[in-house]
């Protein structure tokens, strides 16, 4: 019996441990709006910097202290279609039909036409005829049942027609109206695929330094905290012609050897390679990264180095989607591993315009919490010793529990 407690009292010193709490390790308030109702947070490339890379570790808390449910969306080059409108020479309801006649773009050869149309609920019958006068009319497409749909941004309510490839220099849309009430055409056209430029929020200044050599020129920048960079947009006091090719650089520490032999490696790493030109745009587009501190290394050639007088980082814009009520104050926190990414209800279901955009405050680093003392101290000698005794007496036992040889 003595054994076995020695046992559990000799494992519950080996494995007694610290239990340090978890928390969130940066802050930042968010500003009282004035109505009930979905609001869009821009998330600024500070908070983005200092939470993890999927962002799961952001939190959107109330005032009591409890989770407020977000959805993030973010700003990218995405392929957005734009609806282009044909000129209209008739839009008139008659008795029991609607004629719509348009005029054919001459650089365009059709095989479909996008109606749009005041949102409702019925199915249309129609016949479309072409001609290149105006007077004799030809048939195209007879007593097609359209469909409807929604394309664009924001959604337009569209009846969606195929035609065979069409080249008359005018076509006519006759609706049959019999059984069903008109519809009001508001425009025919097409939609075409168009980009839609991404938006760059732009970070808290940085501080940076400029060091000239015989050949190179170097920006070391210098932040409070890691900060998400995506963009950087620079300015020179320069008026003439320059060409001059950039690398941007970050560096980092770590220990090698052991012993008196120990000692430390740096290493340098290039994050991205551009042209900074005097007839281009004073930008740089660089991928996702998060840097606290980075340098900016010019290759001067044979000229004179350029003088810098402003440096500018930014991100891709990001939105915090959440429902907010006036008189609530809310923070955002981030910083804290322990957290997975969260699961809300509204992740699955779009969201419609947000009623207003916000901004955040500047980001606070929140106070640790002290971590509670342990139970034993591994690196007190006295733990030590009682592990060496405890080991002993075991021993002592196993050898007295050892069967003897008879006399």
């Avoid at 993890?52 to 993030?72: F, K, Q, W």
């Avoid at 056209?189 to 501080?207: D, I, M």
């Avoid at 390679?273 to 990264?289: E, L």
Wanted: proline share 7%; charged share 25%.
């Amino acid at each position: 019996m003595l054994g076995l407690r020695c046992k559990v009292l000799f494992v519950a010193i080996l494995f007694a441990s610290v239990s340090w709490a978890q928390q969130p390790r940066w802050s930042a308030s968010v500003p009282s709006v004035g109505a009930k109702g979905l609001h869009a947070i821009v998330l600024t490339p500070g908070l983005l910097g200092v939470s993890r890379a999927d962002h799961g570790d952001l939190r959107l808390l109330d005032s009591a202290g409890n989770e407020v449910p977000y959805v993030l969306r973010s700003s990218k080059d995405v392929p957005s279609p734009e609806f282009i409108t044909y000129p209209l020479i008739e839009n008139t309801s008659y008795d029991k039909t609607t004629v719509v006649e348009l005029e054919r773009p001459d650089d365009r050869v059709l095989e479909d036409l996008s109606i749009w149309i005041r949102p409702l609920e019925d199915q249309k019958r129609l016949r479309v005829t072409g001609s290149d006068d105006r007077k004799q009319w030809y048939m195209v497409k007879d007593d097609h049942l359209v469909m409807q749909g929604a394309m664009g941004t924001p959604p337009l309510q569209v009846l969606m027609l195929h035609l065979p490839p069409t080249d008359y220099k005018y076509l006519r849309i006759q609706m049959n109206d019999s059984l069903t009430p008109p519809m009001q055409v508001l425009g025919v056209g097409h939609f075409q695929r168009a980009l839609v430029e991404p938006r760059y929020v732009t970070s808290e200044k940085v501080e940076w330094s400029q060091r000239d050599s015989a050949s190179f020129s170097v920006i070391r920048v210098r932040g409070p905290h890691r900060l998400l960079i995506d963009r950087l947009r620079y300015a020179v006091s320069d008026t003439g012609n320059y060409f001059r090719r950039c690398t941007l650089r970050t560096w980092s520490e770590r220990a090698e050897g052991r012993g008196r032999k120990q000692h430390t490696v740096r290493e340098e790493r290039t994050i991205a390679s551009f042209v900074m030109g005097s007839d281009r745009d004073h930008v740089a587009d660089i991928r996702s990264v998060r840097l606290d501190s980075f340098d900016l290394v010019i290759d001067n050639g044979d000229d004179r180095p350029l003088r810098f007088t402003e440096l500018e980082l930014s991100a891709r814009e990001q939105l915090m989607l959440a429902h907010l009520v006036p008189g609530m104050n809310y923070r955002i926190t981030t910083g804290d591993a322990s957290l997975g990414p969260p699961h809300y209800d509204m992740a699955h279901f779009e969201q419609p315009t947000p009623a207003g955009t916000i901004t955040p405050g500047a980001l606070e680093a929140l106070p640790m919490e002290a971590a509670a003392a342990p139970l034993f101290d591994p690196s007190q000698w006295w733990i030590w010793a009682v592990i060496i005794a405890l080991m002993a007496g075991m021993g002592w036992m196993a050898w007295r529990m050892l069967p003897k040889d008879p006399a």
